[in-house]
């Protein structure tokens, strides 16, 4: 119980010898220093400093009897509403002093943020996917979010299954959005995929055929590149793509597309 009510005192400000000490006046009708400091457990060089102190804090009155100062606990009715009084000048103050602190921060890091933030990060537009199913999510999200034209270059490997690459071409097509590929000559050996891009060409798209393509790359309204890109030493194709936002890098590889557009075979004379 005592010990409670030490830390509950000590919440309202008070150290741990001054919250003893004022417990110990309250046990009795006047203590002399030396009294005090046995009663509350505090150091005799200590005391009359705390006694002091809750004297200046109005929890403790000192009194001159027979040659001696005696020491008296203020009713705590009267003390503790004064203490909170205390206690909450002192929290307007802090926060008074926090709020002049900030504006001062303020003043000093938000030029540091504007400047910082006027500098274009060159790699602000490229997101790199290092993970098979994050390049076909956002395959799946460029082309739900596409509003005028899709363009595919396509080679193997699927990324997709059959679910996914069917709702990549379908659901842009019955948006009314373009929707153009060019597939290289070795993916259509595979007659289900055949299989697949016929249904693509029964359901709108455009696609026709060419004997290679450099990249697997997806073009979105001209402004959205998604590229996946082939070991330079084994030439096999990673699952690792690029996708870059970046309306100059898509135009440049929109007139290369329209370039092998022109070249290709349409897939309907097959």
């Given at each position: ?184 000559r070795a993916a259509l050996a595979d007659p289900e995929l055949r299989a697949w891009v016929k249904q693509f060409v029964a359901w709108g798209q455009q696609a026709r055929i060419v004997e290679t393509l450099p990249l697997k790359v997806n073009l979105y ?50």
């Amino acid at each position: 119980m005592i010990d409670q009510t030490l830390e509950q005192l000590m919440a309202l400000g008070l150290n741990r010898y001054e919250a003893a000490t004022y417990l110990a006046l309250l046990e009795h009708r006047g203590f002399t220093p030396a009294q005090a400091a046995v009663r509350a457990g505090v150091p005799r060089q200590r005391i009359y400093d705390i006694l002091a102190s809750l004297c200046a804090r109005g929890l403790a009155i000192e009194r001159h009897s027979d040659g001696q100062r005696r020491y008296f606990a203020v009713d705590p009715a009267i003390a503790l509403p004064a203490l909170i009084d205390e206690r909450r000048r002192q929290f307007e103050h802090e926060q008074a002093a926090l709020t002049q602190g900030i504006q001062g921060l303020l003043a000093t890091l938000t030029p540091i943020f504007a400047a910082g933030h006027d500098q274009i990060d060159p790699l602000d537009y490229v997101d790199v996917l290092l993970d098979r199913r994050l390049v076909v999510e956002r395959a799946l999200a460029l082309a739900g979010s596409a509003e005028r034209e899709i363009c595919v270059c396509f080679k193997l490997p699927l990324l997709g299954d059959k679910a996914a690459n069917f709702a990549e071409v379908s659901k842009p097509i019955r948006r009314g959005v373009g929707y153009r590929a060019i597939y290289e000559r070795a993916a259509l050996a595979d007659p289900e995929l055949r299989a697949w891009v016929k249904q693509f060409v029964a359901w709108g798209q455009q696609a026709r055929i060419v004997e290679t393509l450099p990249l697997k790359v997806n073009l979105y309204d001209r402004r959205v590149a998604l590229l996946s890109l082939q070991d330079p030493v084994t030439g096999t194709l990673s699952f690792t793509a690029l996708c870059v936002t970046h309306p100059n890098f898509s135009a440049f590889l929109q007139g290369a597309f329209e370039k092998l557009w022109e070249d290709g075979e349409p897939f309907e004379h097959h």
